[in-house]
């Protein structure tokens, strides 16, 4: 053996060796690991519920008023109680979780921890609709959900609607499904926001408990989630793609005024879209209203928006051929 190579040689036999004194250890299955009684209690808990311990809430009303005592000294007769208040954007988390059966109203009590390293209790009943997970896409669902917000919507997507498309039909400015320009984006867009607000109102209808899941524990990423959450996710990233997409076509394509008012009308026609369908098909009536509005759109712009063709002698987009309108030349 040369004398270069049995130095090399020496170290791999080490190596192997030392290799083959690693153990990895038994592999537990995860069928085969015991969960004490209060672990079984905790992911029964979090199944129906959807949070558990550590969980971290953000108050979303003005004042919660959190109990010092044990909840049983609440339900006692003739004991003074103790209470604080969590004010608004209150930082709150999860410390304990507790079944009350002999509380009447609500026998889940909740021991919250704030900021200021206080403790205390609450019904569930009492917690729920007063906080938001501390998570910002939790937030985001929320304040899109609001009844309020969604009423004010309405009315102000109404008005707006209306004036817009009215101001602009008298401009004689373009407007996606009426004057639109020769790019499938914008009437895309408009299907796609149909389409979403249709398919995030029939999620809560039919699958009311994955989707409160999901606004406890959001996420962006569509591939870790169950097919109808991670279909939303799509949608809503493809919302975002051809929003930006129409953006830049229509910045290229028209002046820079013209542009401003088409995309103001786009916006306005968007708002609509949502709010309408979002609302009709609470009532069932939208997955019909969305299967027109798809045919409405794709047949105004490919009946009158579609320009597939150029004028040989302007360059000027044509619907058809024949005469340029711009020019005046024959194209066959």
Sequence with gaps: MSIHIRPLFTLAV?????????????????????LSEHQIDSLSFFSEHHYTNNFNFVVNCDTLTLLRQQPEELLAANVPIDTFAAGRHSVLVVADIRIVPSDSIDSVWVQLATEQSEFGWTRESALIPNVVPADTISQFILFFSDTHLIIFLVVIGVITVSYWIRH????????????????FYPTLLTILVAASATYYAHLQLFYPEMWRHFYYHPTLNPFVLPFQLGLFLLMVW?????????????????????????????????????????IATLY?????????????????????????????????????????????????
Excluded at 170 to 179: E, W, Y
Aim: charged letters at 15%; one cysteine or more.
């Design 14 to 34: 080490f190596a192997l060796l030392l290799a083959s004194c690693y153990n990895r250890g038994e592999k537990v299955h995860d069928a085969m690991v015991q």
């Design 168 to 183: 602009l039909l008298a401009l004689k400015a373009p407007i996606v499904h009426f004057r639109d320009i020769n790019t």
């Design 284 to 332: 069932y009536i939208g997955y019909f209203l969305l299967a027109a509005y798809v045919y409405f759109a794709l047949y105004r712009f490919w009946k009158f928006s579609r320009m597939p063709y150029r004028c040989g002698k302007c360059g000027a987009q044509m619907h058809d051929k024949g005469r340029c309108p711009i020019c005046g030349a024959e194209n066959y």
């Design 238 to 278: 493809m919302l975002l793609i051809v929003a930006l997409a129409a953006v830049d076509d229509v910045r290229h394509q028209l002046p820079f005024g013209d542009a401003v008012l088409y995309l103001s009308g786009l916006m306005a026609v968007c708002a609509a879209n949502y709010i309408i369908y979002s």
